[in-house]
């Protein structure tokens, strides 16, 4: 995923509009070389080196027919012995106006989206920081879940809610790991490491708080299990609901967590 930067566009269309306008016949006045270079720039960067040359392929060929025809008119320009004539200013305009009309349809073409926001998420934060959507102290306690957080956050942006439902349990799958390993005093873990095991093996030692295993298995029954058959798709306002599941059950967990030792390993999770 890359965030696309719409002002440029407009930057490409402003230096290609501007170059007609500084156009005078006859010696003097004369263009602007400022003027023809900025446009030239403009091209050379959106068709050989941005993200988006692969993207535009309709006016990639005029484009060059353009940038020629700057190239002529700067050696014009340059040169203060010549004299910019009719043609030199058709032609100029014209692989302008091509570039131009072929240019802008090429851009209706792109494949961009928008994103709407979900519910009360904003969507910068859901692309960027999906962390927040968990208590601020997983990223301390539980640094290990931080990938998967911050997977909940986009999988939720972009309205792949089934894929938004497994991070989530991840996320909640490794709270619970930690959880395991700090009520236990370190018992070994079961040999089938799922929710449901987790919270029957820990009912059955008495291991942690009641109303936590309560919860966790109230989360697998109803939400977890379902998730695992194919033909459960999740909606939007499901996952939704499913991240304020996890984030109650994973807040009463880490309440009750010691900070994990900082290492070069969980501080990247934390930071990148």
Known sequence: MIRMSL??????????????????????PRPSAYVLHNAKGQLEALFNQSIYAAYLRASREQAGKL???????????????????DYDVWSMSHE???????FLADLSLLPSFL?????????????????KLFPVSLSAKVPEAIPDAKEVGKALAFELATA??????????????????????????????????????????????IKVIESIKQMTRL?????????????????IETVGIARSVVGAMLRTLPDVPLTTSSAALSLS
């Not at 302008?96 to 072929?102: G, H, L, P």
Request: proline letters at 5%.
């Open 164 to 209: 938004c439902g497994f991070h989530i349990f991840r996320v909640t799958e490794a709270v619970v790991k930690r959880y395991w390993d700090h009520v236990s005093k370190g018992a070994i873990r079961p040999s089938l490491e799922t929710l449901g095991t987790f919270a029957a093996e820990m009912e059955k030692q008495k291991f942690g708080d």
């Open 223 to 239: 939400h977890r299990n379902p998730l695992i058959h194919p033909e459960v798709i999740l909606s939007v306002e499901e996952a």
């Open 7 to 28: 002002p440029w566009f407009l930057d490409v269309v402003s230096a290609i509009d501007a170059i007609p306008n500084t156009f005078f016949q006859g010696d003097p």
């Open 115 to 131: 994103v709407a926001g979900k519910e009360s998420y904003e969507v910068n934060t859901l692309i960027d920081e999906g962390t």
């Open 67 to 85: 940038y020629a025809a700057i190239d002529v008119m700067l050696k014009l320009v340059d040169d203060p012995n010549s004299t910019i004539g």
């Open 96 to 102: 302008r106006d091509q570039f131009k009309t072929i």
